[in-house]
């Protein structure tokens, strides 16, 4: 590793870069939850910085990050770009994997923009 390469951290999940401030998130209903979560992450850790558990996860994409959390039937998906565009674009990589990989579900995502920490 050279001294320019970023490694995660729990304290520093999300490269340098700027500051991610458009954000959306969506709960979606699913008995499993957990499961989409591990899925999600070891299939992008293969090729993003990633860390997760049981409950929680996170990816940091090159356009921002996405946060997962597994929940008693519902996996909450929460994107943070720089811009509209990056949050679009994390929005549509995000909602393509998951159901790809809940093919047996019919999972619906809503994504709501998130202002103040809020969904609005």
């Not at 320019?4 to 969506?26: C, D, I, K, Y």
């Not at 899925?39 to 356009?63: L, S, W, Y």
């Not at 949050?87 to 549509?92: N, V």
């Amino acid at each position: 590793m050279t001294n320019n390469e970023w490694t995660p951290t729990e304290q520093n999940p999300s490269p340098p870069g700027p500051a991610l401030t458009v954000q959306a998130r969506a709960e979606v209903a699913t008995a499993h939850a957990a499961r989409y979560l591990a899925q999600m992450c070891k299939h992008f850790e293969h090729k993003r910085p990633v860390t997760f558990d049981e409950r929680n996860g996170h990816i940091a994409f090159t356009a921002g990050d996405c946060r997962l959390e597994a929940g008693p039937g519902a996996l909450t998906l929460t994107v943070a770009a720089a811009d509209e565009a990056g949050r679009a674009g994390l929005e549509d990589v995000v909602a393509r994997h998951l159901v790809r990989f809940a093919f047996r579900e019919d999972l619906h995502l809503d994504w709501q923009p998130v202002r103040g920490g809020q969904s609005a």
